[in-house]
């Protein structure tokens, strides 16, 4: 048995990019670990979806537990640091915002855990975070200091393929722009850059169910859940990644 660490900004984050390859890997017997850097307190959720009193941090922590859950993991950890809200909003100032956080600190933080778990393979974001996101930008350059400090040699950068999400929305002219990603010209890496494709057909269910586990982030998930299931598969499918010193298109699973 392999133990596979996935690091994420927020809760949510962890269904898009890793959703089938946790649930691959735990159906096959291996350890799954989530480790998730703050809270999410700044997103967007719906008028009326807290009871009263609830804060959304609150929510999102079972939020969290429940596509845990769904996706096979067995430990969930959260760092507890700040949200630091989108690119270019005032929470990116806050001194505890995580996007501000002394990165071997935070690294120190995250190896522990990889120690613990005496981790096998660990899931990091690209440095432009997907999308350019602070927080995700931050669990990069954490996540590589961390997988230094314990040792980790298989490091990979989860990603979406940039020329696969140009050409699947080119392929649907129907598609609205809530169902495409934003900045599609930087959005990802480019296929020539991917070393790492897995195919997750298998546990699309799964993976849907983890986005419905999220019920606060129907703005984020909402549009994909009206999908068929099969429109659905075409865009989340197959999970992109590029290994940490690897080269090239080579590889269909994570070495577990």
């Known amino acids: 048995m392999s133990t596979l660490v996935c690091f994420h900004a927020h809760p949510d984050d962890e269904v898009f990019t890793t959703g089938g390859v946790m649930r691959l890997a735990a159906d096959a017997g291996h350890r799954v670990v989530l480790v998730t850097a703050t809270d ?5 959720f719906p008028d009326g979806i807290l009871t009263e009193g609830e804060t ?17 993991v067995s ?12 690119a270019g909003t005032p929470e990116n100032d806050v001194p505890d915002a995580f996007c501000n956080a002394d990165t ?4 120190r933080k995250l190896a522990a855990v990889l120690d613990e778990e005496n981790a096998d393979v660990l899931t990091i974001y690209d440095p432009n975070g ?12 954490v996540g590589l200091r961390a997988a230094e400090l314990a040792g980790v040699e298989n490091v990979y950068e989860t990603t979406t393929n ?13 598609w609205s722009d809530d169902n495409t990603p934003p ?33 606060t982030q129907v703005g984020d998930f909402g549009p994909f859940l009206q999908m068929p299931l099969d429109m ?25």
Not at 185 to 196: A, N
Request: no cysteine; aromatic share 6%; charged share 25%.
């Open 40 to 44: 999410g307190a700044l997103g967007e």
């Open 56 to 72: 959304l941090a609150e929510r999102r922590k079972t939020e969290l537990a429940n596509s845990a859950e769904v996706l096979g």
């Open 75 to 86: 430990r969930v950890v959260m760092l507890h640091y700040a949200d630091s809200g989108m």
């Open 104 to 107: 071997d600190d935070a690294a």
């Open 130 to 141: 997907g999308y350019g996101h602070p927080d995700h930008i931050k669990v990069h350059f």
């Open 162 to 174: 940039r020329d696969h999400m140009q050409a699947l929305v080119k392929a649907n002219p129907n």
């Open 183 to 215: 900045d599609l010209d930087t959005f990802g890496l480019p296929e020539s850059e991917i070393t790492t494709v897995v195919d997750v057909g298998s546990v699309m269910e799964a993976k849907r169910a983890a986005m419905q586990a999220h019920e």
């Open 232 to 256: 659905l598969a075409q865009a989340f499918g197959r999970e992109w990644f590029r290994r940490v010193g690897g080269a090239g298109l080579t590889e269909t699973a994570l070495p577990l």
